[in-house]
Structure formats: structure tokens, C-alpha cells
């Protein structure tokens, strides 16, 4: 144990407080977003019963394509209601770094295969 704390404290004198490991974006979405979207992105989450706007599927080429990146980081980082949707989505800014939002906007661009513009599968 004591050639744990050494390490950490030579890392410390060295280069400074070493980095945390970031969640994947995957884990992200997994932890955060599932209840609505589903497991898979298909937006059947388990707590679609209750609502009364349907989640968006992250797996659906055509609407997501219509998206920009810079449309789903704003929906992010902002919540539903500043992207003119629903009021259910809440704004994850606060939660997660913009590099972090960034990295789940590249995810659910895996999830729809899809870019912007393009509706490409």
C-alpha cells in the first residue's frame, strides 16, 4: 500500500494530479439516458408508459441525420425544451463535461449510423 501512495505522490511532483479516468460514452448513456431512449437507443425505455412525449430513437437514420452535432449537444447539455422538444428531456450540463457531451453526440451517431446530412446505413 505504501508504494501506492509513493507513486501517487512522485505522479503528484511530476506531472500534477493525474487524470481521472472518463466514463465511456456508452457507460454514459447506459447510466443517464436508457430509462427513455431504451437499452438500445430505440426509445422504449422503461419509462415510456408514463410519458407523454415519445423519446426520440437514437437509432433511426432519417430523423437523426435531419440533426446536427452542434443540435444534439444543445439538446444535451441544455435539455428538450431549449431545441423547441420536450420539457421531459432534462439538461445535462451539469452533469457532464462538454467533452463528455461531445463524446455521446459521436455515440448516437453510432447508434443511428448515420451523420449529418446523410441518411447512409
Known amino acids: 500500500m505504501g508504494g501506492v501512495i509513493a507513486?501517487?505522490?512522485?505522479?503528484?511532483?511530476?506531472?500534477?494530479?493525474p487524470a481521472i479516468?472518463?466514463?465511456?460514452?456508452?457507460d454514459n448513456y447506459k447510466t443517464y439516458c436508457w430509462q427513455?431512449?431504451?437499452s438500445t437507443g430505440n426509445?422504449?425505455?422503461?419509462?415510456?408508459?408514463?410519458?407523454s412525449v415519445q423519446p426520440?430513437?437514437?437509432?433511426?437514420?432519417?430523423?437523426m441525420s435531419a440533426l446536427s452535432d452542434g443540435d444534439i449537444f444543445k439538446a444535451i447539455k441544455e435539455g428538450g425544451q431549449a431545441v423547441s422538444k420536450s420539457?421531459?428531456?432534462p439538461p445535462w450540463g451539469d452533469?457532464?463535461?462538454?467533452?463528455?457531451i461531445r463524446d455521446l453526440?459521436?455515440?448516437l451517431r453510432t447508434l443511428c449510423q448515420c451523420q449529418y446530412g446523410t441518411t447512409a446505413k
Open 95 to 100: 452533469t457532464f463535461t462538454d467533452e463528455e
Open 56 to 63: 426520440r430513437d437514437h437509432t433511426d437514420a432519417k430523423p
Open 21 to 26: 479516468a472518463q466514463e465511456k460514452p456508452e
Open 7 to 17: 507513486v501517487f505522490l512522485l505522479g503528484l511532483l511530476v506531472g500534477g494530479v
Open 36 to 38: 427513455c431512449h431504451g
Open 43 to 51: 426509445g422504449m425505455g422503461v419509462n415510456i408508459r408514463d410519458m
Open 105 to 107: 453526440v459521436q455515440y
Open 87 to 89: 420539457i421531459l428531456m
